[in-house]
């Protein structure tokens, strides 16, 4: 079966600008988690969505943001982007969360790329 | 952002060496988990574990949640050149939303294996 999609695979941006990143889960999946990785802070959780409602957010500015459509595909976005922005930013899903990462999924990533 | 103290930062091994890495926290968890990271792709998941003092094994690869909750050790005996990569631990507490809550990830052991 297909695994967890995201979109774009690269980005580069300028500061100031926004952003919007796109994530489609496994078929099935119902829980999409999200995170960014840096060389400096590692992977750091930023929010998780399960029925197009966010159930768990990590210690992020509201710049970042998302949002979860009725087929479970997500999307984030980055408003005013900064240059400490830039890193990359995995999705996972997982069918339904409840601490089951055995079925827990993560994408390929996005890599941001902030001028 | 929180991160795991994860030993050590980097290996350098001959093929058919023994691995032996760990991850400490001034936090208890629930559980843990250990991860493999590929270049340009997220992480996969290697092993979880979900009670202290738990030992659990995933063919040549062996991890235990440590009796205080508070680390975790993963081993790989007779390493191979896929076994290169970037390892992660990862931490989950309960809280009191029961769903996919978040992970606390340790900051990556890279292992390279010298020909």
């Known amino acids: 079966k297909a695994g967890v999609t995201q979109t774009p695979r690269y980005l580069i941006k300028t500061r100031g600008q926004q952003v919007t990143l796109s994530c489609s889960p496994i078929?099935?999946?119902?829980?999409v988690s999200w995170y960014q990785q840096t060389p400096g802070q590692g992977l750091q959780f930023l929010f998780e969505?399960?029925?197009?409602?966010?159930?768990n957010k990590g210690n992020f500015p509201g710049r970042f943001s998302g949002r979860q459509f009725s087929n479970s595909r997500s999307e984030m976005n980055v408003s005013t982007l900064e240059l400490g922005d830039s890193a990359l930013y995995l999705c996972?899903?997982?069918?339904?969360?409840?601490?089951?990462?055995?079925?827990?999924?993560f994408g390929p990533g996005t890599r941001l790329l902030v001028l | 952002g929180q991160q795991l103290n994860q030993s050590p930062q980097s290996m350098f091994i001959q093929e058919g060496e023994d691995v032996s890495m760990n991850c400490t926290s001034s936090?208890?968890?629930?559980?843990w988990l250990w991860y493999k990271q590929d270049p340009g792709e997220g992480p996969v998941l290697l092993i979880a574990?979900?009670?202290?003092?738990e030992l659990t094994s995933n063919g040549r690869l062996t991890a235990q949640f440590g009796i205080t909750r508070k680390d975790s050790f993963l081993n790989i005996s007779a390493s191979i050149p896929s076994d290169v990569g970037i390892y992660f631990c990862?931490?989950?507490?309960?809280?009191?939303?029961?769903?996919?809550?978040?992970?606390?990830f340790g900051t990556g052991t890279r292992l390279t294996i010298i020909p």
């Open positions: 969505y399960f029925s197009e409602t966010q159930r």
């Open positions: 574990l979900y009670k202290a003092g």
């Open positions: 990862a931490g989950h507490q309960r809280g009191p939303n029961f769903g996919n809550e978040k992970l606390t």
């Open positions: 078929s099935g999946h119902r829980s």
């Open positions: 996972a899903s997982s069918l339904a969360g409840a601490g089951g990462y055995e079925t827990q999924y």
């Open positions: 936090s208890i968890f629930n559980t």
